[in-house]
C-alpha cells in the first residue's frame, strides 16, 4: 500500500532527524555551558538563541511523526525528547571530557555531526519536501532564504 510505505517513510525520517538533532545538541549544550562559565552573560544570551533555534529543530522531528501517525503526542514527545538530549548531553559531555576537551575534539565533534545533518538533509529532509510540493512552489525558495539567514547570522557574529 502507497500510503502505508509513505508513512513509513516519513516516521523514518522523523526518527533518523530525531537522532541527528540530538547528536547535533549535545556541541551545542556543551558550548553553551562552557560559554557560562567564561561569561555568565555570554552564557544566557546563547542559551536564549539555542532555545529559539530548537523551536524549528522540534518541529523539523515531530510534523513527519505526526503525519505519518496522527498522534499528536508521539510527535510532541519525540520533539522534545530530541531537544532534551541538549542539557543532559552537555552534563554528560562536561563530566567526560572536561579535563580531555581540547580545540581539536570540539571540532571534529562538529564536523561529524554537521556532516550528518547535511546528510539527512540532502537525502531525506529535501527530497520529502519536494515529494510535497511538487510544483516547487516553496521549497526552494525557502532554502534560499534559510541559506540567507544562516550567512547573515554568521557575519553579524563576527568578532
Known sequence: DYEAKNNAKLVRMGMNTAIAIAL???PEGLATFVATLADPNVGAVLAIAIGIHNIPEGLCVALPIYYATGDRRKAF????????SEPVAALLGWAILANHFTEDIYAVMFGIVG????V???KELIPTAHRYDPQDT?????AIVGMAVMSLSLCMFIV
Do not use: A, D, E, K
Open 24 to 26: 547535533h545538541n549535545f
Open 77 to 84: 514527545l519525540w520533539g522534545v525528547l530530541s531537544g532534551l
Open 115 to 118: 556532516g550528518m545533518m547535511v
Open 120 to 122: 539527512i538533509s540532502l
Open 138 to 142: 516553496v521549497v526552494t525558495y525557502s
